[in-house]
Structures are given as C-alpha cells and as structure tokens.
C-alpha cells in the first residue's frame, strides 16, 4: 500500500491489481465503478502527495483529489460521457476498509465519505474551470472546442502548428494561471515524494510539559508579556524599547546583555531576539507606540508545552533577528537567502536518526545546498572559503538558539561508524554505489534527503573537487572526537507535529495500539523497523490482556486477507517480532490450519526454518501453488500476469498443472491461474 518515488513498475502492477479487485467486488454489490477513476486516484496518492500511502485518505486528500488533481489531469472531451469520479472514491474508500487495507491511523470511513459529499457538490465547476487544468489538457481542450478531431493525429499537430504561430484564439488568463501554477511549484503533478521517516518514542505530554517549563527561554517569553501586560508599555518611535525599560529587562529576564555604555536598547541582541521571538510567537504586538501582551494568548502564557511549541514555529521566522545585518557595511551570508528552507531540512534529517549527526556532516551537507543554488565561479578560493565560513557561523548561531531552547542538543564524541561508510562522493561518477541508508532518510553524497530533495542535487557527486572534500570530511570525522548533533524529545515532538501538518508520516511508538489486527499487522509489516515492530507488536498485545486470544485476533487477520503477498508479510511481522521464539512456534502450529497452512510454511521455510526434507510431497505442493499465486499478485494480474507466465514457458506449464492438483485451499485463486495459463500458455 505504499510504493517507493521509482518504483513505477511495482506500483502499476499493484494498481492493476487494487483496481481489478475493487471492480469485483464493486460489481458483487451493485456499485457503479469507473476504473479509470479508480486508477486516478491511485496515482493521486502515489504521485502527488508527500507520504504516498494509497489506504489513508484525510478530508485534504479527498478535497485536493476531486478538485485539483481529476481537474488537473482527467480530459473529458465534450459529448463524451463523464465518469462519477466521487461515486468512484466512495466505492474505492469503502473497498479499502472492507478489505482491511485502509490505515489505521487515518479517518473513519464514515468522515472519509462526508468529505466526499462536500467536495462533489464542488467537482463539476472544478472539471469545468480551465484555470485548474494541465496544461496539455488546456490545449486539448481548446483544440476540442474549435472543433478539431483531438483524436486525429494528424489534426492534433495542424492545430499545434497554427498555435505555435499564432494564429489559434485561446484563454490567455487560464493559461498564465496554468503557467504561474508550473512555475510556482503549485502544480500537483510536480509534488515531490517525501523519505519515510522511522518511527519515534516520546514520553507523554505532562512529561514534556514538565520539561518545557525548565526551558529559561519558555521562562524568559512568559516574563517579558507579563511585563508587557493588557495595558501596554511605551515603546520609541522606531518601536524599540525605552533603555531604563530595556535595563529592568535585562536584569528581571537575566538575558546577560551588557547594559554598561549602551545607549539603545537596539545594541542589547540577546534582550532584542526575545523581544522579536515573542512579537513572531503571537506574544506581543505593538501598537500605537505601546508593547501589549496579546490577550488571545493567555491560554498558550499558562502551559509550557503550548508555550514552547509556539516558540520554536516561530523560530522559522527569526532570519532577520538572527543572521540578518545591522549595519549597511556588512552583507547577509548564503544562509540568509535559504534560511526557512535550510532549517526546515536540517531538522527534519536529524528527526529520528538513531545516531547523533556529527557537525562535519551536517556543516558539509548544507554546503551543497550553497553550491547548487549559489554561483562560486564569480570568488577565489580564498573568497569562497570565507563565504561559507560565513555562512557556517550563521549557522552555528541557530543552532546556539535551538540548543537554549530546548530542541537540539550538542555533545562532543567520536562520530557513529555509519556516516563513514558508502560515501557517493568518494566514488568514480560512473559507478552505481547508493548512499548510506540512515533510518530517518537517506544520506546521500552527506546530503541529509531533505536538503537533496529541495534543489534535486541528490546525484551530484562525482567532481575531483567534491571527492576531494569528501575525504577531508572523512579525516575530520575519525580525528578525534566531533561535535555531535541531536533532536531532544521536545524537538521530535515540535518536528513530528510539522511534519505531520504537511501530510508526512511520521509514526510513533503507540500510537497503533488501539488498531484493528489486520490495519496493525499491516503498519508494521510496510513501515516499521524490527526494533519498533516488536515494542509496538507487545504494547497492542498487553492492552488486551489475555495473550492467546489476542494471537487468535492477529491469526484471524491473517487469514480474511485476500491479498495473499500482504498475508505472508502480515504472518512474517509474527514469526520476527514475538519473543523467545513464540512466533515460530505458531507458525509451525499452523501447518495444519486448512487456509493458512501454505502461507506458514512458505514463511517458515523463507526464513530458512523449515527444510525441504521436513515437509510432505503435499505440502510441497503447497507451498508451489502458494508461490504461483503470490506471482501473479506481484505481476497485478491480468495482462501483466499473463506476461510473466509466458516469459517462463514450458517450466511454467509443467507448474501450473501440477498446482491446479494440489491441495492449496485458495480454489478460487487457482481457477484464476489456470485461466491466465490456459491464455499466455
């Protein structure tokens, strides 16, 4: 149910598959289904979106389907009859859940339809509104509508021609929309996939609460707009604060600012960061030549937790009161243009690594970030070395800010063995080595996957230059000891919650336990490591109490899975994830289970604990059939199937026969393996 950005064969196999399946049992039930619909919204979540799950669908989802992507992508010529695209995502929507294919983590299925309610009163004005078309659908469109034959080849590029020159009216402001849409990255067909992220632990709130309310940051913001208060303090002209107010800050705030000489609360940079924070935070506003606090706010004043979530967004919008200059002789460094971006990205990379991001890598990392969105022809060596050392002071002063708050925290040590292994950088350009694959996201070429997807340089690697930095990193890192880098627990929790709102997926320990068994078995089998995979396996297993019973929900599970590839993986999560061998020993109780009995041995013996010479000539041909029918799953199907059947010729005819005589108990499956046979054979 969730494919990886390339694996384009994988997924339309798969597509194929869901979409022939769904028909069938839409057909069963009496339910108008049009497949190419069906198969639109498939490649909306896989194509489109950041977390690329085809079983979780939010109101967001559902709204951005029928009212962007379908008016985006989907041509419906006039005259031709138009599909019910929303009676088609109803029937898909109430197929996943009735196939246990839904994830659990998503909404019910009873909110997913009344969010297609809302959006199909809204989907024809979308269909018909050119400025949310593509841009081939535009000219098609056009084409149609001055009554060429779109489907004549040769009439299609007449018209192309003449528009090419000039001579075709069209809608100029649907196309600059259209345009502007490209341009701005707007465009859904242009969505970037997103690198899964590992699942996180984190404690509860009141934990992180507590914590948050040791934070001398969470204490210092809550003191200035209690200072502030509902009646405003006088501010200057500029909107600064008055210096002897300035004074009593520094001191009742203890910001540490050197207040002897000064003569404008301007030159006070750690009391005029606070000042900013709180102003971005929602805090405090100014107005009218005084500094009230926001009364809005008082609920976020009196929980830390609340507090100091609303302090580290507003970190995002502190470029100017961190790195940006104060005087006219000096300029802002490369991190100044990129600043949202950067921190964004360099957050998101450190958010459930298991091992703590050396600074050398890190540093080196958005180096490449400079070098692909800056021009370096223009400086000597020496320019450009201290560019960017400009640039990594600024750097190290966000991070000096989100240490004080809370989010990062910095330590000194040896750098973890895996940021020094496969390293693109260090290898010949034409090699096909892959990165090192860190949980959290891929490295690649140092490059933490966020900072690679922004700017596409995930392959630029090869230069003599780049191979050269790429070894001098390499010497940093095994020296000695390095700075080391890591997201707190109130850091994860602040980046899970962004990352969340932005459609990622971000699991986390626990949160499954409330699951049904086959949506649990599911999760885990697609997107958990083993670590997560048996402390979130025992947690659902506890919160049941009587464990034999609760084995029985998961085995049931197992069993009404029609997905025969999704069943073993489901099967496979028991036997790797029960302890001190428990998950063998109910799979090898199931060989005698009429229906699961193929699935269990072919696990048992995948996981090579079961031998040839410890199973029957019938159970052999079990695990053949088994084999064959999880084949054809793979290949989708139908066409595909039928494909891969032909490609092993005789080998596969012999099989065949043989199988359609076992005593596999999927009768049904094999009826439909002999026809694929009978047709590519």
């Not at 600043?339 to 958010?351: G, H, I, Q, R, S």
């Amino acid at each position: 149910m969730r494919f990886d950005a390339g694996a384009e064969e994988e997924f339309e196999a798969a597509c194929e598959l869901l979409v022939a399946r769904l028909a069938r049992w839409a057909d069963e039930r009496g339910m108008p289904v049009d497949g190419l619909m069906a198969e639109e919204a498939l490649d909306y979540r896989h194509r489109a979106t950041a977390d690329g799950r085809l079983g979780l669908w939010e109101p967001q989802h559902v709204e951005e389907l029928l009212l962007s992507w379908l008016p985006e992508q989907v041509t419906e010529l006039p005259g031709e009859e138009h599909a019910d695209a929303p009676g088609t995502l109803r029937a898909l929507l109430r197929y996943l859940h009735a196939a246990q294919l839904a994830d659990p983590r998503g909404p019910a299925l009873q909110d997913s339809l009344a969010a297609v309610d809302a959006a199909a009163e809204r989907y024809p004005a979308a269909m018909a509104d050119r400025t949310r078309w593509g841009l081939a659908k535009f000219w098609v469109m056009t084409a149609a509508g001055q009554g060429v034959d779109v489907l004549d080849d040769a009439a299609l590029q007449l018209f192309t021609e003449r528009a090419r020159d000039g001579e075709v009216a069209y809608d100029e402001r649907a196309l600059d929309e259209i345009l502007g849409r490209r341009l701005t990255g707007r465009a859904l067909s242009g969505a970037a996939r997103a690198e899964p992220q590992l699942p996180v632990v984190l404690p509860q709130d009141d934990e992180l609460r507590r914590r948050a309310e040791a934070s001398a940051v969470v204490a210092q913001l809550r003191g200035l707009a209690e200072w502030a208060g509902r009646d405003g303090r006088v501010v200057t002209a500029a909107g600064r604060l008055r210096m002897a107010d300035a004074r009593e800050l520094v001191d009742t705030l203890r910001t540490g600012d050197e207040v002897e000489g000064v003569r404008s609360s301007a030159d006070l940079p750690r009391l005029g960061l606070l000042v900013e924070w709180a102003k971005k935070a929602r805090l405090v506003r100014v107005a009218k030549g005084r500094m009230y606090a926001v009364a809005k706010a008082r609920p976020v004043l009196a929980d830390p937790l609340q507090l100091w979530l609303r302090a580290f967004e507003a970190c995002f919008e502190l470029r100017q009161a961190l790195i940006g200059t104060r005087s006219d002789w000096h300029v802002e460094s490369m991190l100044f243009d990129v600043y949202e971006d950067v921190l964004e990205d360099v957050l998101n990379t450190l958010y459930s690594l298991p091992y703590p991001m050396p600074w050398p890598q890190l540093r080196d990392s958005v180096h490449l970030v400079y070098r692909a969105g800056f021009r370096m022809d223009g400086g000597s060596e020496a320019r450009q070395r201290m560019w960017f050392e400009h640039a990594d002071r600024d750097l190290r002063t966000v991070l000096d800010v989100l240490a004080d708050l809370g989010a990062i925290e910095r330590d000194r040590g040896m750098a973890d063995p895996v940021f020094l292994t496969v390293d693109p950088l260090a290898v010949d350009a034409d090699t096909d080595a892959d990165a090192t694959a860190i949980a959290g996201g891929e490295l690649r070429a140092g490059v933490p996957s966020e900072l690679a997807e922004l700017l596409g340089i995930a392959d630029a690697v090869a230069e003599p230059a780049a191979r050269k930095r790429a070894r001098a990193r390499r010497e940093e890192l095994t020296a000695g000891p390095v700075e080391l880098v890591r997201l707190t627990e109130l850091g994860t929790r602040a980046v899970r919650q962004r990352l969340l709102a932005a459609g990622r997926d971000a699991p986390l320990v626990g949160e499954l336990v409330h699951a049904p068994a086959a949506g649990l078995l599911g999760v885990l089998a697609e997107d958990y490591p083993p670590d997560a995979t048996r402390v979130e396996l025992d947690g659902w297993l506890s919160a049941r109490g009587e464990r034999d019973a609760a084995l029985r929900q998961l085995t049931e599970a197992v069993r009404s899975m029609s997905f025969r590839t999704r069943a073993q993986a489901m099967l496979e999560v028991l036997l790797t994830a029960l302890p001190d061998g428990e998950g063998e020993r109910l799979l090898r109780g199931l060989r005698g289970d009429a229906w699961l009995a193929p699935l269990a041995l072919s696990t048992l013996a995948h996981h090579e604990l079961l031998s040839p010479e410890d199973m029957t000539d019938a159970e052999h041909l079990m695990v053949l059939a088994e084999g064959l029918l999880q084949l054809v799953e793979l290949a989708g199907g139908g066409e595909g199937a039928e494909e891969m059947l032909r490609a092993q010729g005789p080998e596969a005819r012999d099989a065949v026969a043989v199988v359609l005589e076992s005593a596999h108990p999927d009768r049904s499956g094999l009826e439909e393996l002999g026809r694929l046979a009978a047709r590519a054979l």
